[in-house]
């Protein structure tokens, strides 16, 4: 290469890096306060919280209006109303735990697992949906009481204990005998239900309030057994405890398949761990109703407990392990 060239190529260079040195010292994000400039949003971007996945729009925004065109007419959102969301209770671990559980069934990949009233029988499905099952607290086989596959895991215990209700593949609601017989029914409304992918109930009127917001998509609603409280799931929030009216709501945290305490004062749940293709592991959990206990009742390594359920008269539970169904004793810390 020619030594003007040389010369020349060296210049470049010069100017080049004197050209980035001084439009990175004069760029805009290296002024000063008074002469920056905004990217993006105008305030300071948070991190979603479940008080923010709870709370619905002001009535007058345009995202309100948007909503309350595509709701029906009968639907009324309680929008205005005052909530108290606890985000973060404080929780402490209690004794609650689970003792001398026992299989009452051989593994057959059996899920929703559901106590009769009168405490006698105990009915679940497959993973599959395929029938539906029954087993008692001290048997080894479970029996197939119908071979349908059930369109979903929302069948309920009539309350006699008599019969199950649940629907037919056209959703027409029918009632299973303990026997298999099957017979239609009067569809009843559900006083807590999902709808799109929010939670609502029915208030004095019959008219549907909305208790959830629209960050998240919300499922499984489970009324107390005293009717004041509403557990829910939400899909990347986890489980939630409302009161009826949707104005205190706890974050209980990650977990699935929240069931009841007969005497409403909390729930048991499942908190699953996976590996990306299966679960491998998990627990299954309690937490009080007012916020002030969470505990792991299981704690074993290694083996997979789910859908959990406490028996009508609080001393025993049942629930899902390696494919089984197990009854075991549930212990809990008494309160001085």
């Known amino acids: 290469?020619?030594?003007?060239?040389?010369?020349?190529?060296?210049?470049?260079?010069?100017?080049?890096?004197?050209?980035?040195?001084?439009?990175?010292?004069?760029?805009?994000?290296?002024?000063?306060?008074?002469?920056?400039?905004?990217?993006?949003?105008?305030?300071?971007?948070?991190?979603?919280?479940?008080?923010?996945?709870?709370?619905?729009?002001?009535?007058?925004?345009?995202?309100?209006?948007?909503?309350?065109?595509?709701?029906?007419?009968?639907?009324?959102?309680?929008?205005?109303?005052?909530r108290m969301v606890i985000v973060h209770p404080p929780w402490k671990p209690g004794t609650t735990?689970?003792?001398?559980?026992?299989?009452?069934?051989?593994?057959?990949?059996?899920?929703?697992?559901?106590?009769?009233?009168?405490?006698?029988?105990?009915?679940f499905t497959r993973r599959d949906r395929n029938g539906l099952w029954l087993a008692g607290p001290n048997t080894t086989e479970a029996r197939m009481v119908v071979d349908d596959k059930l369109?979903?895991?929302?069948?309920?215990?009539?309350?006699?204990?008599?019969?199950v209700y649940s629907v037919a593949i056209d959703r027409r609601p029918i009632a299973i005998m303990l026997s298999g017989e099957k017979y239609p029914v009067p569809a009843v409304a559900e006083r807590v239900f999902e709808r799109e992918g929010n939670i609502y109930v029915l208030d004095?009127?019959?008219?549907?309030?909305?208790?959830?917001?629209?960050?998240?998509?919300?499922?499984?609603?489970?009324?107390?057994?005293?009717?004041?409280?509403?557990?829910?799931?939400?899909?990347?929030?986890?489980?939630?405890?409302?009161?009826?009216?949707?104005?205190?709501t706890i974050s209980v945290g990650k977990g699935e398949n929240p069931s009841?305490?007969?005497d409403s004062s909390g729930i048991v749940f499942d908190i699953p761990i996976g590996d990306g293709m299966r679960v491998v592991d998990g627990d299954l959990w309690y937490a009080a109703a007012d916020g002030s206990e969470r505990t792991n009742i299981t704690n074993t390594p290694g083996i997979a407990e789910s859908w959990p359920a406490v028996s009508p008269d609080g001393a025993r539970i049942a629930f899902v392990a390696e494919g089984a169904v197990y009854v075991g004793k549930f212990v809990r810390q008494r309160k001085r």
């Open 204 to 248: 004095a009127e019959g008219n549907p309030q909305r208790i959830t917001g629209s960050q998240d998509r919300f499922f499984g609603p489970k009324l107390s057994p005293d009717e004041t409280l509403i557990a829910f799931c939400g899909i990347e929030t986890g489980i939630y405890i409302s009161s009826i009216d949707g104005k205190r």
């Open 97 to 123: 735990h689970v003792e001398g559980a026992y299989a009452v069934t051989k593994p057959n990949d059996f899920v929703a697992v559901k106590w009769s009233p009168l405490g006698l029988d105990i009915a």
């Open 151 to 163: 369109p979903d895991f929302n069948f309920e215990w009539s309350a006699d204990g008599m019969q």
């Open 1 to 82: 290469m020619r030594k003007v060239d040389v010369i020349a190529l060296t210049l470049v260079v010069v100017v080049a890096s004197a050209a980035v040195t001084y439009y990175v010292a004069k760029h805009p994000l290296r002024r000063g306060d008074s002469e920056k400039i905004q990217i993006g949003a105008q305030e300071p971007i948070q991190k979603l919280s479940p008080r923010d996945i709870l709370k619905t729009p002001a009535p007058d925004s345009p995202v309100a209006g948007e909503e309350r065109e595509r709701e029906d007419e009968s639907t009324t959102s309680a929008r205005t109303a005052e």
């Open 260 to 262: 009841w305490l007969p």
